[in-house]
């Protein structure tokens, strides 16, 4: 795998125009459920990780979309805003009824503390969908981009503005701190942001 093969799977994909602005988010409809997670399927990528899984309706598409998946499902399920013990408790007991007879590997932990867990380059992509306050994303962002291989993809969602979200500023700080010079957002509501690791 290597950052120009995946970049050219992202292009042809996503229908990006090589002059549009970043993000690119190129003219055909995409979603992270159909577009994006069928090119990990087509790259071949078979070792992932979600941070932030909650009640697993993600990681089942992920296993859908990609054969013979194994998934890091990282998420210390504890009490959140509205979300209390009893609730929390009930969305792992749910995510692991979905998740059953799947390749999937639960680390009830904080996204720091799991990424440690993990040696450099040892996934094929992460998919970040945790706190989404600013300082938080850019913690997933810092932890876990070491961590996917080159060429590999490094994803999240709900790339767009809302009520205490710092995920726009976050990703727009981190790649251009990082110089990097192409990112994507699928073309969908709450869209998900994705770049390839050079």
């Given at each position: 795998?290597?950052?120009?093969?995946?970049?050219?799977?992202?292009?042809?994909k996503?229908?990006?125009?090589?002059?549009?602005?970043?993000?690119f988010?190129?003219?055909?409809?995409?979603?992270?459920?159909?577009?994006?997670?069928?090119?990990?399927?087509?790259?071949?990528?078979?070792?992932?990780?979600?941070?932030?899984?909650?009640?697993?309706?993600?990681?089942?598409?992920?296993?859908?979309?990609?054969?013979?998946?194994?998934?890091?499902?990282?998420d210390?399920?504890?009490?959140?805003?509205?979300?209390?013990?009893?609730?929390?408790?009930?969305?792992?007991?749910?995510c692991?009824?979905?998740?059953?007879?799947?390749?999937?590997?639960?680390?009830?932990?904080?996204?720091?503390?799991?990424?440690?867990?993990?040696?450099?380059?040892?996934?094929?992509?992460?998919?970040?969908?945790?706190?989404?306050?600013?300082?938080?994303?850019?913690?997933?962002?810092?932890?876990?981009?070491?961590?996917?291989?080159?060429?590999?993809?490094?994803?999240?969602?709900?790339?767009?503005?809302?009520?205490?979200?710092?995920?726009?500023?976050?990703?727009?700080?981190?790649?251009?701190?990082n110089?990097?010079?192409?990112?994507?957002?699928?073309?969908?509501?709450?869209?998900?942001?994705?770049?390839?690791?050079?």
């Open positions: 795998m290597d950052a120009r093969t995946t970049t050219k799977a992202i292009w042809r996503f229908h990006v125009h090589p002059y549009d602005n970043l993000p988010e190129g003219w055909w409809q995409s979603t992270r459920e159909t577009t994006l997670y069928e090119t990990f399927a087509e790259l071949g990528f078979k070792v992932g990780a979600e941070i932030g899984v909650r009640r697993g309706t993600n990681a089942i598409v992920l296993f859908q979309k990609i054969p013979g998946l194994k998934l890091y499902c990282v210390p399920w504890i009490p959140y805003l509205r979300d209390t013990v009893d609730k929390q408790e009930g969305h792992l007991a749910a692991k009824r979905q998740l059953a007879g799947q390749n999937a590997v639960f680390m009830r932990m904080f996204s720091t503390d799991a990424a440690r867990e993990f040696e450099d380059e040892s996934l094929d992509f992460v998919y970040i969908d945790s706190n989404h306050i600013f300082d938080c994303v850019m913690e997933d962002l810092i932890c876990w981009t070491p961590k996917v291989k080159k060429g590999g993809i490094i994803a999240g969602h709900d790339y767009y503005h809302f009520f205490a979200g710092g995920v726009v500023h976050a990703v727009d700080a981190f790649t251009m701190a110089n990097i010079t192409k990112f994507y957002i699928t073309r969908e509501k709450e869209h998900s942001f994705l770049w390839v690791k050079e």
